[in-house]
């Protein structure tokens, strides 16, 4: 046999015997596709009412695989003895019933009047929570794995477990690709009636081989001497010391001097950038850099040794300015959830470009566990993401209400336009975070309509306004107008029938037939085949045109009251969203719920959506 057939051989092997290497890890991972292939089979309707049951069953056999895993790996480290595997395999067991029971007990959400489900489901926090832990869960398996007791070896923990989570993914993908090609043939050619659910049942099945070959892949962590397959684990293949050393690095390298020309610019600047990608390139870059150091830092090339000793320093300074972009930003947003988990990865990124300079090998093993008690800290009852972002929002929105003299008796008083712009802007940030935030969490004073943009302006006596997006230019490629309908009443005494239209993602829109005194007639909404088409109305009776209008008239009329500019949502009275029409034999008129015109400079056209609320029509 040559050596890709001994290395497949190898690797179903490896998947067989991880199933007495982590038995309880093993019979988690078979219980979770269980639970999947049941919830296949049931229909939505059939197992909506069992929602909060099986998505606790899905938490808690994820984690009781990922603890087993953590927990057989400690013994094996420690001393490999029967009784203290046993130990580990019912402490296992012990915790998945415990995390059932958490969850389907205690992580409920009950359905509200507002609600879009109907039975209890897991609560958003339950989700997140359960997440986080399986994760810590891992992060301490690598702890275990990386030999503590002697120089610990975290990057070469890590890059095992990478590896062997790539080549059983590689696996999997190729057995998911071939056994679909073969249910896609049967069904083409054997059993035309074959249920999409098949391959569902295929993907839930190959999800757990790919599981058990990762698992299979994994050296046997209980001996004392790394043996063959340990070592074959941890080496970096040659193209993959390549891709490391001579592609990415570079690439950190050069991402490392764009940040540092920021700062620069930031000096002399200001901050000039949208936070939220500022936030988002600073976390990558910190993330993505502390892990290309782990994976480099044995490579001894002299670019990668450059960028080992480099990257902690130009991470500082770059963080640093971070932190006052950061400064910046939370005195118009105030802290929210985004901003949270930025401090959050920010303090981490900190200690562990500290943690490298100064603790050296044993760097990586404290960046470990700082990065695990962060995760923790997101989740706590009391200062997790949830909670105190949410807590200091409603005191900073109730103080600004007050300074702005808009709250008394505990009620949100409307003010007026006539507010300084900077504090509309900081009042809109904090009421539209809170208003969506779980009605359990916000205070009984704030207006639930803030939910709706519309209503806002009732509310708080001003539309909402934004902060202006720094270095940002306004768009002058397009010109648009969006008109919404004002709620109303239409006297209908005069018309004979109320016509609603079916849905128009075609080129019209065409009503049931009408029976009246002259003949059948039928309306139709003419929307054409490109968005430049101006729509038109078509009535026809008798299978004959009686009426043939397009809106052009109206659009010309509408767009002098209503320029376009900016593309603001302007709600406008019945009479500006509608048309009536007449001629000897019918009358009517016909309402608009919104009506969007859009110019594009640079192209010179114009395109145009209607939504039409009814046609009214009377026959004459």
Do not use: C
């Not at 069904?187 to 999800?207: C, E, I, N, P």
């Not at 892990?291 to 990668?304: D, G, Q, S």
């Not at 052009?552 to 500019?565: A, Q, V």
């Amino acid at each position: 046999m040559n050596q890709f057939g001994k290395s497949i051989e190898k690797m179903w092997k490896g998947a067989f015997e991880a199933v007495a290497t982590f038995p309880i890890t093993s019979l988690n991972a078979i219980l979770f596709t269980i639970v999947t292939m049941i919830r296949i089979q049931l229909e939505w309707q059939q197992q909506e009412p069992y929602n909060l049951l099986f998505n606790s069953l899905h938490w808690a056999f994820s984690f009781g695989a990922i603890f087993g895993l953590m927990a057989t790996t400690y013994v094996r480290r420690k001393n490999n003895q029967p009784h203290p595997l046993l130990l580990a395999n019912l402490t296992t067991g012990i915790a998945t019933l415990v995390a059932f029971l958490s969850l389907y007990f205690l992580g409920a959400r009950i359905p509200g009047a507002n609600d879009y489900f109907k039975y209890p489901i897991l609560s958003e926090i339950a989700h997140v929570r359960m997440t986080t832990i399986t994760l810590v869960m891992f992060f301490a398996y690598l702890f275990f794995a990386s030999r503590p007791k002697e120089k610990p070896e975290i990057s070469r923990a890590i890059f095992m477990n990478q590896k062997a989570l790539v080549v059983a993914g590689i696996y999997g993908l190729v057995l998911m690709a071939g056994t679909s090609a073969i249910a896609g043939a049967i069904q083409a050619l054997l059993y035309t009636q074959m249920s999409f659910k098949v391959y569902q049942y295929l993907g839930a099945l190959v999800g757990l081989v790919t599981f058990m070959l990762f698992l299979g892949a994994l050296p046997n962590f209980s001996a004392t001497e790394k043996d063959e397959k340990w070592l074959a684990a941890e080496k970096q293949a040659r193209f993959i010391h390549l891709l490391f050393a001579y592609i990415l690095t570079p690439i950190m390298i050069a991402l490392t001097i764009v940040l540092l020309l920021w700062t620069v610019k930031t000096i002399f600047q200001g901050v000039g950038s949208n936070f939220v990608r500022l936030s988002g390139i600073a976390t990558t870059y910190s993330v993505v850099g502390l892990w290309l150091h782990m994976m480099v830092v044995e490579a001894k090339t002299p670019i990668t040794d450059f960028y080992l000793k480099s990257y902690p320093y130009a991470a500082l300074v770059i963080l640093a300015f971070e932190a006052w972009a950061l400064v910046m930003h939370l005195n118009t947003y105030g802290l929210q959830t985004t901003e949270y988990y930025f401090i959050v990865i920010w303090v981490v990124a900190i200690s562990s470009m500290l943690l490298i300079l100064f603790k050296k090998e044993w760097a990586y093993v404290f960046i470990l566990w700082i990065t695990m008690g962060a995760m923790l800290f997101t989740v706590l009852p009391v200062v997790g993401y949830q909670s105190l972002p949410v807590r200091l929002q409603t005191k900073r929105l109730e103080q600004l209400l007050v300074d702005a003299n808009m709250f008394k008796e505990g009620a949100i008083v409307p003010g007026s336009e006539e507010l300084v712009r900077e504090t509309r802007v900081k009042i809109t940030s904090s009421a539209l975070f809170l208003a969506g935030q779980n009605e359990e969490a916000i205070p009984k004073w704030l207006n639930d309509e803030l939910f709706n943009q519309a209503t806002f302006e009732k509310v708080m006596g001003f539309a909402p306004v934004y902060p202006d997006s720094p270095g940002s230019q306004p768009s002058t490629r397009y010109q648009e107008v969006f008109l919404q309908i004002e709620p109303g009443a239409i006297p209908i005494v005069d018309y004979d029938w109320a016509i609603l239209l079916g849905s128009y993602y075609g080129e019209a829109a065409i009503s049931d037939t009408i029976a009246g005194k002259n003949g059948e007639y039928q309306v139709q909404w003419m929307t054409g085949t490109t968005d430049q088409s101006i729509p038109k109305l078509k009535i026809t009776l008798d299978n004959q045109v009686i009426l043939e209008e397009n809106m052009s008239n109206y659009l010309d009329t509408i767009l002098k009251k209503y320029p376009l500019g900016a593309g603001d949502t302007i709600e406008v009275p019945l009479a500006d969203m509608s048309h009536t029409f007449s001629n000897d034999q019918v009358s009517g008129i016909i309402v608009f719920r919104s009506v969007n015109a859009t110019l594009d400079v640079r192209e010179d056209t114009m395109s145009y959506w209607f939504e039409v609320a009814s046609v009214y029509l009377k026959e004459k």
